[in-house]
């Protein structure tokens, strides 16, 4: 059963909001690391979609071959059989064999997008405690230069006369 339409827009929307984030990133080897995986991630669906394309023939003939070897097992439940009844329909058997295929390209797809986005969350969490961290040691720096030019400011004027 694929994703509703729901779920994958949903799904979509995340993993682009993630994409989004990471161009806010700040140093390079935070950069370097959601480049990579991007592109990582890009690669891998770039080869699904070729090897889909590739082998759709083939994937479907195994699949149909699979469907008809399930269609002719007998059945486990005790019927009567009437004669003239036959579950095979090879029309019927091709659809579903190709709906079978479609469906697994999905979830395969799915599932790379799901681990880039994982992943890409980890690496923009990160980066943001990095960034976070970095901007309270700046913080503190200025407040200390601050203290220390008032302290030298005084020294040089001498205590106030209020």
Do not use: C
């Amino acid at each position: 059963m694929g994703l509703t339409l729901k779920e994958e827009l949903r799904r979509a929307f995340e993993l682009a909001t993630l994409r989004r984030e990471a161009k806010d990133i700040r140093t390079p080897r935070q950069w370097a690391q959601a480049d990579a995986l991007m592109t990582r991630s890009r690669v891998l669906r770039d080869r699904e979609e070729r090897l889909f394309a590739e082998r759709y023939d083939m994937r479907v003939e195994a699949t149909q071959r699979r469907l008809i070897d399930a269609a002719g097992t007998p059945p486990r439940i005790l019927q009567p059989r009437w004669i003239g009844l036959d579950r095979f329909d090879a029309s019927a058997l091709l659809r579903q064999a190709q709906r079978d295929v479609h469906a697994h390209h999905d979830r395969r797809i799915s599932r790379i997008k799901e681990a880039e986005a994982r992943a890409l969350e980890g690496i923009v969490r990160h980066a943001a405690q990095e960034n976070a961290v970095h901007g309270i040691a700046r913080d503190a720096f200025q407040r200390a230069a601050d203290q220390r030019h008032i302290h030298d400011r005084r020294r040089r004027t001498g205590p106030s006369q209020d």
